[in-house]
Nanobody
Framework: VQLQASGGGLVQGGGSLRLSCLLF????????MGWFRQAPGEEREFVSS????????RYSDVVRGRFTISRDNGKNTLYLQMNSLKPEDTAVYYC????????????????????WGQGTQVTVSS
């Protein structure tokens, strides 16, 4: 299985971006999906996770209310809609996948994911 993230770029503070992550090689609806980010000199941190059917989502405190995670299982694609962006949101954003038969699960720890995309850079100017 492979993940390919896209949609990053440069945006002014207060602006919006939508990230996408395409899963290749397996049945997308069998995977819990997550977004993480890593700023220079920082640890990779959890942003959001969504269950395999899309019925449950979880957000970090710093993005809740501004970011929305979603998925289209028919298109094998995960999304992260990012609104009201701040300079502190600047980071490389990574999508991740974890196989799960059960529904209504989400994962918030890096160690719980076993497949990672290559990352996409998001830069927010002040």
């Amino acid at each position: 299985v492979q993940l390919q993230a896209s949609g990053g770029g440069l945006v002014q503070g207060g602006g919006s971006l939508r990230l996408s992550c395409l899963l290749f090689g397996r049945t997308f609806s069998n995977y819990v999906m997550g977004w993480f980010r890593q700023a220079p000199g920082e640890e990779r941190e959890f942003v959001s996770s969504i269950s395999n059917r899309g019925d449950v989502a979880r957000y970090s405190d710093v993005v809740r209310g501004r970011f929305t995670i979603s998925r289209d299982n028919g298109k094998n694609t995960l999304y992260l809609q990012m609104n009201s962006l701040k300079p502190e949101d600047t980071a490389v954003y990574y999508c991740a996948a974890r196989f799960a038969y059960s529904t209504s699960l989400y994962y918030t720890s890096r160690d719980q994911y076993d497949v990672w995309g290559q990352g996409t850079q998001v830069t927010v100017s002040s």
